[in-house]
């Protein structure tokens, strides 16, 4: 059987996700977010877009015990850079870009141990800007996706000069 083209976007995906953690035992303050991120979804159409799953980590929450707002920013940063991988290529988007802009609504608290489900889509590329969308849901006791708990709108810009070492061996991959 041949793969659909989101198979293949899917797999696009948790290469470059595992390719983040490969560095040296990487231990940063996003390891926890990288190591604990299941990539559910990837598709090409209508527009670049991926969806992931996370259970809040203590880490990432505040005294209250709630996901604090500076880790809901930094699970958007991650999420809505995802959907680049899907587009990029030789010489366009290689390196995914640097945040310019990353604004964030937040709708609902979310508690510890809560899982979520994130969904972030490509509104619009171009050589040097992409704009990209995200949106952070509930998931209940059954699995199935509730309210939406965040927003977002990530700026990016394309710096693109060296490309990273994980992107060379999926370019030729990657031709979308």
């Known amino acids: 059987m041949t793969p659909n083209l989101d198979d293949s976007a899917l797999s696009i995906v948790k ?13 940063g303050h996003d390891a926890a977010l990288l190591k604990g991120l299941k990539i559910t979804g990837a598709y090409l159409t209508p527009q670049p877009r991926v969806k992931s799953r996370l259970r809040i980590p203590s880490e990432f929450c505040n005294s209250m015990g709630n996901l604090h707002g500076g880790a ?39 508690q510890e141990g809560q899982e979520v489900e994130m969904m972030a889509e490509v509104m619009k ?3 040097r800007l992409a704009h990209v969308r995200g949106t952070m849901r509930k998931v209940n006791k059954e699995g199935k996706v509730a309210g939406i708990v965040a927003t977002c709108e990530h700026g990016k810009v394309n710096l693109d000069s060296t490309p990273l070492p994980l992107a060379q061996g999926r370019v030729a991959k990657a031709k979308l």
Request: glycine share 8%; with cysteine.
């Open 72 to 110: 809901t920013a930094l699970i958007f940063d991650l999420c809505t850079t995802l959907p680049l991988c899907l587009i990029l290529r030789e010489g366009f988007w290689e390196m995914v870009g640097v945040s310019r802009t990353l604004n964030v609504s937040y709708l609902e608290a979310v």
């Open 15 to 27: 290469d470059f996700v595992a390719g983040l953690l490969l560095p040296i035992e990487y231990n």
């Open 125 to 127: 590329v171009g050589k």
